[in-house]
């Protein structure tokens, strides 16, 4: 017998791969299931991993793979697996050493907002790391999102996208100038953009001023 904590989060998880196949962030499964802070939902993922509900795939960035649900929640109808796809399969199949090539976009801050820069440059990509979708990547500058485990120098690797859920990291466009790479959320006719550093403070703006790029995919690191 699962927890009903267990049992939220694995259809949580499994919703959204139906839905996305990208599995949530562990800040979207806190949210989801009110809890404190992450290291509870570390608990209850090594929980679902140990009796084998769920398993982690390597080489990939919020890689979860649902392998079975229990008798219960499969007998229960749930409206998402009757107007959702089911979740593509090609991701598991895909070779640790395939790549794909996307653009790259310069540089992005991690920080306070700055200008976007385009170029004409691209990079390889594991393709592992990347679901189904237009994706592109862009150079993290700043440590505003160090808590969130993107570091000055990573490459986020990001979906193309114009809306997001809150709670998703996001590359909001503001005032058609400047971006930024921040949680998302919104309050009445307000955007906010979290950072995930302790020192740094939200930045609130009108929900008109911002415009969304695309959703965090994964990230590349570089080691020296």
Do not use: W
Not at 18 to 38: H, I, N, T, Y
Not at 133 to 151: K, Q, R, T
């Amino acid at each position: 017998m699962l927890t009903r904590k267990q049992q939220e989060l694995l259809t949580f998880i499994d919703d959204r791969l139906r839905s996305d196949g990208v599995s949530p962030s562990f800040e979207e499964m806190k949210e989801a299931l009110q809890l404190r802070s992450k290291s509870g939902v570390h608990r209850l993922i090594n929980a679902l991993e140990e009796r084998r509900f769920i398993r982690r795939l390597p080489n990939r960035a919020r890689a979860l793979e649902v392998l079975q649900l229990p008798e219960a929640l499969r007998a229960k109808p749930a409206l998402k697996l009757v107007t959702t796809p089911p979740r593509p399969p090609v991701q598991a199949m895909i070779a640790a050493n395939d790549t794909v090539v996307v653009p790259l976009h310069g540089r992005i801050a991690a920080g306070l907002p700055m200008e976007a820069l385009e170029s004409d440059r691209s990079m390889s990509v594991p393709a592992a790391l990347l679901g189904p979708g237009d994706h592109y990547a862009l150079e993290v500058s700043g440590d505003s999102m160090i808590e969130a485990g993107i570091f000055d120098g990573d490459y986020a690797l990001i979906k193309r996208c114009e809306d997001a859920r809150d709670g998703d990291i996001v590359v909001a466009l503001i005032d058609n100038d400047e971006a930024t790479l921040k949680y998302l959320h919104r309050e009445k006719n307000v955007v906010r953009l979290d950072p995930a550093n302790a020192a740094y403070q939200p930045q609130r703006y009108a929900a008109n001023r911002v415009r969304v790029q695309g959703k965090l995919a994964g990230l590349l690191r570089r080691y020296h």
